[in-house]
């Protein structure tokens, strides 16, 4: 598969979760053996990740998200996003970086967020 057919597939299973709020249109995409990693010790499995999306669509309903780059290298796809939580909540960046498995199917999942109002906090370790 090329860079970007992997990138089409990343762009669809997110569609079809942002657009429809459904869990299964993104576990489409997943491969059985899919892990989706956090920093620090927490790694879930498929179903795992998809029950905490589930969970997460319920009370982010009426998120809006901006993407402002959606980029392919290889098995890898890197999306940046600015989001909106619903109800007042905080401005987050969101970084997730998804692999390709052989299959065509998303194999593993990166994600990093952090709250627009705080990004400053971090630039004391290296200014």
Known sequence: MTAEDN???????????????DVAALGAFLSDDFVHHRPGPTTRSKAEWLAAVGTAMV???????????????GDRVALHSRRWLPDGG??????????????????????????????????????
């Open 7 to 21: 990138r089409t597939i990343v762009q669809k299973a997110l569609a079809g979760l942002v657009e429809t709020g």
């Open 59 to 73: 009370a982010l309903a009426g998120m809006r998200i901006e993407i402002h780059h959606l980029l392919a290298d």
């Open 90 to 127: 905080p401005e987050i960046a969101v970084v997730d970086v998804w692999r390709i498995g052989a299959d065509g199917l998303i194999a593993e999942g990166w994600e990093i967020i952090e709250p627009v109002a705080r990004a400053a906090d971090n630039f004391e370790w290296w200014t």
